[in-house]
Nanobody
Framework: QVQLVESGGGLVQAGGSLRLSCAAS????????MGWYRQAPGKQRELVAV???????NYADSVKGRFTISRDNAGNTMYLQMNSLKPEDTAVYYC????????????????WGQGTQVTVSS
């Protein structure tokens, strides 16, 4: 089985920074795309940033220039550096990954982390 575990959320004042981490473990053969999503109260879950296995990235317009997605050399840990945070960035942030799982016959499955709360005060 595969697990995604997020960490790094918390409470920060507007203009501050946070760094989220997402560690993938388990029956991982390889990881294709990894990404961050967020869901604010009363709103739908939305894409924040995504990185392909080749390293190409895509960001929501609302975070461009402020957030940076990255992965470690081994590729199993992903980060989201969030700078110049705004109150509207307040949400639960979820890690997402498309993983070739050898425990499931090398099929590609999509996994989600449990979420980490980010609260930005004004």
């Amino acid at each position: 089985q595969v697990q995604l575990v997020e960490s790094g959320g918390g409470l920060v004042q507007a203009g501050g920074s946070l760094r989220l981490s997402c560690a993938a473990s388990g029956s991982i053969f390889s990881i294709n795309a990894m990404g961050w999503y967020r869901q604010a109260p009363g709103k739908q879950r939305e894409l924040v940033a995504v990185m392909s296995s080749s390293g190409s990235t895509n960001y929501a317009d609302s975070v461009k220039g402020r957030f940076t997605i990255s992965r470690d050399n081994a590729g199993n840990t992903m980060y989201l550096q969030m700078n110049s945070l705004k109150p509207e960035d307040t949400a639960v942030y979820y890690c997402n990954a498309d993983i070739i799982d050898y425990g499931l016959g090398y099929g590609v499955s999509t996994y989600w982390g449990q979420g980490t709360q980010v609260t930005v005060s004004s």
